[in-house]
C-alpha cells in the first residue's frame, strides 16, 4: 500500500489551531493508528514553512508574520516527501497549516506547490479543508487581524481593501488544490458552532479521514486562539494604532474588558423573547377587561425590545477615542521615565557625600 500525505489547508478561522494543538497534543496515540503528525517543518503545532516558502517564492509579502527562511522550497518540501517515504506500507503523514488556503490567492505559488507534487508520483495525496458561512467567517478572520495588531480600518474598509479574495470566493481558495490533486482527493467540511463541543471538531476531522478517534487522546487544556470580545473589537483597533509597550496595551485592554463584563451584570435574567411574550399576555389580558380604554394594537407594536445596536455606527469613533486614550497613556509612561531620572538624580544630589570618597 502507498505512503500517503495529507494536506490540512485551513479555512482560517475553522478550528485548524484547536486542531492543530490536538494533533501535536495526541501525536503518539494517533501515530499508533497509522496517522503521523509530521515533524518536519513543525512549529508551535503546525506546518506553515511548508506554505511560506512558497508564497515568499512567489514574492508575497504581507502576512508572512516573520518568515524569511532562505531555505528553498524544494529542499523543504523534498524533506517531507522523504518522512513520508519513510513511513511503514500503508500509513498517512499529516501536515497542517491555514496558510495552505491562500496560495488561492496567489496563482505563482500555486504553480510552485504543483512542481513540488510532480516530484513525489510514489505518495498518495488528499487535501482536507473546513469552510464556514461566509459572513460568519469573514466576521472572525477580521478579529483575528485585530487581534494580531495588523493595522486594519473598519469591517468595510478591511473587507474591500486589506483581505485576499480567497476569504470570501471559496471557489478561489480551492482553485489550485482541485486542479493538482483532483476533486477525488479533496475533501471538504462544514464547520458550524457545534463542532465547539466537547470533541467534536476532533471527531469529524479523523472521521473524515477513515481514522478513529483514540480512546486516550484529550485536548490541550485552555483555548487555543481565544478571539475578542466583539463588544471590545473596536477599542483594540484603536490601541493597535498607537506605539504602546505590550503590558501597557494589555492592561487598557483588560480594564475594558473588565468594564465591559460589569455591565452584563451577575445574576441570571430573563430572555428577551419571554420578557416579550409575557408583556403580550399582560397587554390582551388588560385590554379585555370591561373597562379598559385601551389602543391594544398600538400597545402591541411596541413590546419590549433592545436598542439596535450600536457598535457599527460608533466603531469609528470608539477606534478614535481609544488611539487618543492610548497616546496618552504613552505619553504618560514616557513622562514617568524621564521624571524618575530627575529624581534619582535629585536623590543622589540630596544624599550627604563622605569625605572619605575620593570621587566626592
Partial sequence: ????????????????????????????????????????????????????????????????HGYASPR??????????D??????????????????????AHPAAATLLRQQINQAPDLRFRVIAYLRPPQAHLQS???????????????????????????????????????IF????????PYDPSLREGVALYADFLGALGFPVPPLAEPMP???????????????RGLNRVDLPRHVRELMNAHAQASLDS????????????????????????AALSGAALDAETMLAALPDLPEDPAQDLDA????????IGRLRAHVVSLSGRIGVLEEAARREATPKDPRDPEA
Avoid: C
Fill in 263 to 286: 455591565d452584563d451584570g451577575d445574576r441570571p435574567g430573563r430572555a428577551l423573547a419571554t420578557i416579550r411574550d409575557e408583556a403580550r399576555r399582560g397587554i390582551e389580558a388588560v
Fill in 83 to 104: 518522512e513520508a517515504r519513510a513511513l511503514p506500507d500503508g500509513h498517512s503523514l499529516l501536515v497542517s497549516s491555514e496558510e495552505f488556503i491562500r496560495l488561492g
Fill in 182 to 189: 483532483g476533486a477525488g482527493a479533496v475533501i471538504l467540511r
Fill in 72 to 81: 528553498p522550497p524544494g529542499r523543504i518540501w523534498q524533506a517531507l516527501f
Fill in 317 to 324: 469613533l470608539i477606534a478614535l477615542m481609544a488611539g487618543e
Fill in 1 to 64: 500500500m502507498a505512503r500517503e500525505l495529507i494536506l490540512h489547508i485551513g479555512h482560517f478561522k475553522t478550528g485548524t489551531t484547536a486542531l492543530q494543538s490536538y494533533l501535536d497534543y495526541n501525536r503518539d496515540l494517533l501515530a499508533e493508528a497509522g496517522l503521523h503528525y509530521a515533524a518536519e517543518t513543525r512549529k508551535h503545532a503546525k506546518h506553515s514553512a511548508l506554505a511560506f516558502s512558497l508564497l515568499r517564492r512567489a514574492g508575497v509579502s504581507e502576512l508572512m
Fill in 141 to 179: 478572520w477580521y478579529n483575528q487581524l485585530v487581534k494580531m495588531g495588523i493595522p486594519v480600518g473598519s469591517f468595510a474598509t478591511a473587507l474591500s481593501t486589506q483581505m485576499e479574495p480567497i476569504h470570501w470566493d471559496y471557489a478561489l481558495a480551492l482553485k489550485p488544490w482541485l486542479e
Fill in 222 to 236: 485552555g483555548d487555543p486562539n481565544r478571539r475578542i470580545d466583539p463588544r471590545r473589537l473596536a477599542y483594540h
